[in-house]
């Protein structure tokens, strides 16, 4: 099956700009979405498809794609944006979901 | 309310059994994909079930396959995951999520996402 490959921590400064990536072969084919998860809490949804956001989540969060690489951008990150991000698409083999392994962010 | 609740976590010995449930509300329960997925102490998501709306299709992880068994009774907007031959390793968190699927025509690229969580059941197992 397919693997997707992150960085397992990213730091940046308050206010600033920051990008999360996420590779793997099932990326040349399959968007990525992207979850957040907050220490004891469950995650949820940021970004999806192409570069789509749920209902509530702030505009500062976006979504691109290149080839295998797919990333969340923070436009302006907030101390509140201090969680752990994980991306998942589909399998390419098989029909299920695989997720990263998750990148903790940190806001300086 | 779109809402998942997962229920039925517990301790149990190796080579126990649990039973988790997941209760589902504020939409047509049958009309979606719903996923178990789980989250070891300190550790990632991890992807361990599927099943398709009408329950005819199943999917697992070779992690748990031959042990665990994915159901759903969508007259009780309910889904189910049956843990036999519990290992120390299969002590987690256990989410149920909603899955969606999209497809982008302009780049012929399809998704799927999860777009509703449960809160979480903790599973321990130990002796």
């Known amino acids: 099956s397919s693997e997707l490959t992150q960085d397992p921590a990213v730091s940046v400064a308050l206010g600033q700009t920051v990008r999360i990536t996420c590779q793997g072969d099932s990326l040349r084919s399959y968007y990525a979405s992207w979850s957040q998860q907050k220490p004891g809490q469950a995650p949820i949804l940021v970004i999806y498809g192409k570069n789509n956001r749920p209902s509530g989540i702030p505009d500062r969060f976006s979504g691109s794609s290149s080839g295998n690489t797919a990333s969340l951008t923070i436009t302006g990150a907030q101390a509140e944006d201090e969680a752990d991000y994980y991306c998942n698409s589909r399998d390419s083999s098989y029909n299920h979901v695989i997720f990263g392994g998750g990148t903790k962010l940190t806001v300086l | 309310e779109v809402q998942l609740l997962e229920s039925g976590g517990g301790l149990a010995q190796p080579g126990g059994s649990l039973r988790l449930s997941c209760a589902a509300s504020?939409?047509?329960?049958?009309?979606?994909?719903i996923i178990w997925v789980r989250q070891a102490p300190g550790k990632g998501l991890e992807w361990v079930s599927g099943?398709?709306?009408?329950?005819?299709?199943?999917y697992y992880a070779d992690s748990v396959k031959g042990r665990f068994t994915i159901s759903r009774d969508n007259s009780k907007n309910t889904l189910f995951l049956q843990m036999t031959s519990l290992r120390v390793e299969d002590t987690a968190v256990y989410y149920c999520?909603?899955?969606?699927?999209?497809?982008?025509?302009?780049?012929?690229?399809?998704?799927?996402?999860?777009?509703?969580w449960g809160k979480g059941t903790t599973v321990t197992v130990s002796s």
């Open positions: 999520a909603r899955q969606e699927a999209g497809y982008d025509s302009s780049t012929y690229y399809s998704y799927y996402y999860l777009d509703v």
């Open positions: 504020g939409f047509i329960f049958s009309n979606y994909v």
């Open positions: 099943i398709s709306g009408s329950g005819g299709v199943t």
